[in-house]
């Protein structure tokens, strides 16, 4: 009863009852409206083989996407967590996607690990209107891909940037802007400069960050209950500003400001069979969205800009199955680059082609026996330095791979290989490598390893 006593007691005990209940009820209909999720996803590969004489297997890279056969070990793991209003039906997510590269501790005895950050942003869903979305942050921004040869030809980005989305009907416009600064010769250079006391400090002298802009549509047909039919356009712009690079103590050299821009389209099929699909690609490139957003130029022109250089590709990936006993994995692509320098005869001029296919026999529920077929065909603009001769490095490649899956299917996975390949390169193929190589010196070579390789949740582009 103390608390009653004195002028105006009751009415302090009055604001102190509500002040403390009040928040609760607060906290109570915030609960209420808003449910909460969490999802985990990831993705892996673990290979590891041997070349039969004693050595580590390896991967044969002639080609910008050569197939994925003999990849090296790579994962991701993926957090989401989500928020749904219920009173307003919008929904905010966050992503955080971080990926492990090829040093296994198990197998180096290095402790350190290849990490880094692929996704971190953060998405609102059905914001003012249904079918509109917003996204701030790093992310890997991506259309579809060729699964075989483990490459988007169309539309990947990876910047620090935001984008909006709408999504109306049979019908989808994406619109994104982002950023990179690469920490190389081209973007980014520090100094170590005199403390204004003592010691030193770093300053930031060359600090130019490339600027990315996309804007994709998309309008999906059905034309049969299950046969449906998709077309995308697609197009990309590309800037980055001047700069000023110190090459030594007493020179400079100038960068200047650079642009590109880039255009494609896609046509998909699926539905016409079970789990089946055909994807056709296509873009041409010029001036610096010829080249990859996260390499530094090469073969610029003489006023140190990418203008001149284009890129021409065409791509196709297909899946077929009949009947669950049988499917047809199918990857391919064709690629001309020209850079940007007068020259003529230019060994980084180059036409490209890959392929892979891989059809399987689903024998049972979870065992696959599965082959691979694929080839990597390179044709330089210009003589090979070492022989004089307009060489032309081609690989044939086959494989053999008995497997475990979840289920049956081309996609199914989790899933455990039992691996053998066999390469075959031509002399031009063995030219690629050092003269101190000792890989140099083999026209065949062959693979025999295990692996594992699963996906869930994983998709965050």
């Known amino acids: 009863m103390g608390i009653f006593r004195g002028r105006g007691g009751w009415r302090a005990a009055l604001v102190g009852v509500l002040l ?10 915030q609960a209420a409206r808003v449910t909460e999720s969490f999802q985990f996803g990831s993705y892996g590969r673990v290979p590891i083989g041997t070349d039969l004489e004693g050595k580590t297997g390896r991967q044969i890279r002639l080609i910008a996407h050569p197939p994925r056969l003999l990849e090296g070990p790579y994962g991701e793991v993926d957090f989401s967590y989500r928020f749904d209003v ?50 701030v942050g790093s992310r890997m921004y991506r259309g579809s891909d060729v699964y075989l040869l483990d490459f988007w030809p169309l539309d990947e980005q990876n910047t620090v940037g935001g984008g909006v989305s709408y999504r109306f009907g049979d019908n989808n416009l994406r619109l994104h802007a982002g950023v990179n600064r690469l920490e190389d010769r081209f973007q980014a250079q520090t100094l170590t400069v005199p403390a204004d006391t003592v010691g030193e400090r770093e300053i930031l002298l060359m600090d130019r960050q490339r600027g990315v802009l ?13 046969l449906k039919f998709s077309g995308v356009l697609y197009a990309e712009g590309h800037s980055i500003s001047s700069g000023i690079r110190r090459v030594d103590d007493f ?18 099929a699926w539905g016409f069979a079970p789990a089946s699909h055909v994807n056709l690609y296509a873009r041409f490139a010029s001036g610096l969205a010829a080249y990859d957003e996260m390499a530094v130029p090469i073969g610029v022109n003489r006023d140190k800009t990418t203008s001149g250089a284009r890129e021409i590709l065409f ?57 691979e077929l694929n080839f990597q065909y390179l044709r330089p603009n210009g003589l090979a330095p070492e022989t004089a001769e307009h060489e032309k490095p081609f690989v044939f490649q086959l494989g053999i791979m008995p497997s475990l899956s979840l289920g049956k299917g081309s996609y199914a996975r989790p899933q455990l290989r039992l691996l053998y390949a066999v390469s075959f390169l031509n002399d031009a193929a063995r030219h690629t ?15 025999l390893g295990v692996g594992a390789e699963w996906w869930f949740h994983s998709s965050r582009y």
């Open 251 to 268: 020179n400079e050299e100038r960068l200047p400001a650079d642009s590109g821009y880039l255009i494609g389209a896609m046509a998909s």
């Open 86 to 135: 219920t009173r307003t039906n919008t929904a905010f997510l966050t992503h955080l996607t971080l990926a492990l590269g090829e040093k296994l501790f198990h197998y180096s005895g290095n402790f350190s690990a290849d990490l880094a950050v692929r996704n971190m942003y953060l998405e609102a869903e059905d914001v003012w209107v249904r079918g509109l979305a917003a996204w």
């Open 214 to 226: 996309t804007l994709r549509g998309e309008r999906l047909w059905a034309l049969r209950e299950k």
């Open 20 to 29: 403390a209940v009040g928040p609760l009820h607060g906290q109570e209909d």
């Open 433 to 447: 490598y050092a003269a101190e190589d000792p890989l140099r010196g083999k026209s065949v070579r062959h693979y």
């Open 315 to 371: 791509a196709l990936s297909a899946n077929y199955e009949w009947r669950e006993k049988l499917g047809l994995l199918l990857g391919t692509y064709a690629r001309n680059f020209k850079d940007a320098d007068p020259a003529v005869y230019d060994r980084d001029d180059t036409w490209e082609v890959g392929l892979a296919t891989r059809p399987a026999w689903f024998v049972s529920e979870h065992f696959h026996l599965i082959g």
